[in-house]
T-cell receptor, first 113, second 114 residues
């Protein structure tokens, strides 16, 4: 069964600090992995997407890494801001004819001043 | 603002009833996706339409159905509602089909079944 596990479940950090969120998956065959940011009560917004051949992808202060061999991804947030407080969701899509995504449960990040 | 609109924003109804959620995709987007987000299940993919035709099916219950109209807007119909159907329902759109295309999510419809 395809699964996506995210850790930690929740995280509290101080403004200006860095943090790293983890995503492990069992989806096979693999097509791509996407990180979303979701503010409370709003729709998710895509941060990065990586395919099998990509190791790193950056979007401003967000940097995602992918190790397709170990089926692990991380999202690193640099110099956190209060506006980074949100849920971060990892989504893995399998290769094949149809779009079948597997979602992680997300990491809830709170940035304190 | 993603450019995807959903109506209504909130919906409160009783068990056993039927409701229709509406989604208008971004201008130029041909694919529409429906998702359900509940506290205990997280985000789940329900169904995808591309240019009026069903393209992919996820964890959509038989009590739920959807369609995409010629003007590309989409509707999600939920019938024989149960308490467990209470959730946020998101619509997303993308320019084409395929998981590599950027999906833009709407603001969601919060459904409460009492």
């Amino acid at each position: 069964k395809n699964q996506v596990e995210q850790s930690p479940q929740s995280l509290i950090i101080l403004e200006g600090k860095n943090c790293t969120l983890q995503c492990n998956y069992t989806v096979s065959p693999f097509s791509n992995l996407r990180w979303y940011k979701q503010d409370t009560g709003r729709g998710p917004v895509s941060l990065t997407i990586m395919t099998f051949s990509e190791n790193t992808k950056s979007n401003g202060r967000y940097t995602a890494t992918l190790d397709a061999d170990t089926k692990q991804s991380s999202l690193h947030i640099t110099a956190s801001q209060l506006s980074d407080s949100a849920s971060y969701i990892c989504v893995v899509s399998g290769a094949g004819g149809s779009y079948i995504p597997t979602f992680g449960r997300g990491t809830s990040l709170i940035v304190h001043p | 603002d993603s450019g995807v609109t959903q109506t209504p924003k909130h919906l409160i109804t009783a068990t056993g009833q039927r409701v229709t959620l509406r989604c208008s995709p971004r201008s130029g987007d041909l694919s529409v996706y429906w998702y359900q987000q509940s506290l205990d299940q997280g985000l789940q993919f329900l169904i995808q339409y591309y240019n009026g035709e069903e393209r992919a099916k996820g964890n959509i219950l038989e009590r739920f159905s959807a369609q995409q109209f010629p003007d590309l807007h989409s509707e999600l119909n939920l019938s024989s509602l149960e308490l467990g159907d209470s959730a946020l329902y998101f619509c997303a759109s993308s320019v084409s089909t395929g998981s590599s295309y950027e999906q833009y999510f709407g603001p969601g419809t919060r459904l409460t079944v009492t």
